[in-house]
C-alpha cells in the first residue's frame, strides 16, 4: 500500500493519498489546494486516481475536486447527506475499494452533518472530527456538540488503541497520533456525560 500525507494550503489542511502499488490505482483524500502537486506525486508514483473521497463538505476539504475530477475522470465520493454534486453516495459501515485496500465509512456527524471517516489497513483519516490534540469545532453551521459527543465516545473511542490517527488539519504537536494516545492525552477525550461534553463544548 502507497499511504502519503500531503500538506496542502495555508489553512494547515492535509489531504491524503491512498494507494494500491499492484493495481497502480489512488484515492486522494480531501484535495482542497495544490491539486496540481497532489496529482504529479500519483503520477510519479504511477498512480491513476480512480477517486476522491472528502471526509466533509465545507470549502477547505472540497475545493479541488472539480479539478481533479476534470483532468483524471476520478468518481467524487462523499456521504448520502452533503448537498454537494458527488458520484458515489456512502452512508456509516460502507467501503470503497482502491485495489485491493478496503476503506470503510464511519459516518461522525457532530463537526457537520455529513462528516466521514476513512479506516482502512490499522489507520484512520479523522477529518475535522478528531485531531491531534484536540477535537473539531462544533459551533459552526450544522455542528451539534451531543453528535460530536456521540462520534467520538461512541465511535472513535471504540476502536483499538494502535490504530493511527491522520486528522485533516496540521493543528497539534505531531503530525499523527493514535486512539490509545489521544484516549490518555486528549483534554477533549476526558471522560464525561453527554451534558457535560455538550456544556464542555459552550465554554469559551
Not at 38 to 47: K, S
Not at 119 to 130: P, S, V, Y
Request: with cysteine; hydrophobic share 35%; glycine share 8%.
Amino acid at each position: 500500500m502507497i499511504f502519503k500525507q500531503v500538506q496542502v494550503g495555508t489553512f494547515q489542511n492535509f489531504a491524503y493519498i491512498i494507494g494500491d502499488e499492484s493495481a497502480k490505482e489512488a484515492a486522494i483524500v480531501d484535495p482542497a489546494w495544490e491539486v496540481d502537486k497532489l496529482l504529479r506525486m500519483c503520477d510519479e508514483m504511477g498512480l491513476k486516481v480512480s477517486y476522491v473521497i472528502n471526509t466533509h463538505s465545507h470549502h477547505d476539504h472540497i475545493e479541488g475536486d472539480d479539478a481533479v475530477k476534470k483532468k483524471t475522470g476520478a468518481k467524487i465520493v462523499m456521504h448520502s447527506s452533503a448537498v454537494q454534486r458527488k458520484d458515489v453516495s456512502v452512508k456509516d459501515g460502507d467501503t470503497i475499494r482502491i485495489g485491493a485496500i478496503e476503506v470503510k465509512m464511519i459516518h461522525t456527524p457532530g463537526h457537520c452533518p455529513d462528516h466521514i471517516l476513512l479506516w482502512f489497513d490499522g489507520k484512520i483519516l479523522t477529518g475535522d472530527t478528531l485531531f491531534v490534540g484536540e477535537c473539531g469545532r462544533t459551533d459552526l453551521a450544522g455542528g451539534n456538540s451531543g453528535d460530536m459527543y456521540d462520534s467520538l465516545f461512541n465511535k472513535l473511542l471504540k476502536l483499538p488503541d494502535s490504530v493511527e490517527v491522520y486528522p485533516g488539519h496540521d493543528y497539534g504537536p505531531e503530525k499523527s497520533s493514535t486512539i490509545g494516545h489521544e484516549r490518555e492525552t486528549n483534554y477533549t477525550l476526558k471522560p464525561r456525560s453527554r451534558t457535560e461534553f455538550i456544556q464542555f463544548m459552550a465554554e469559551p
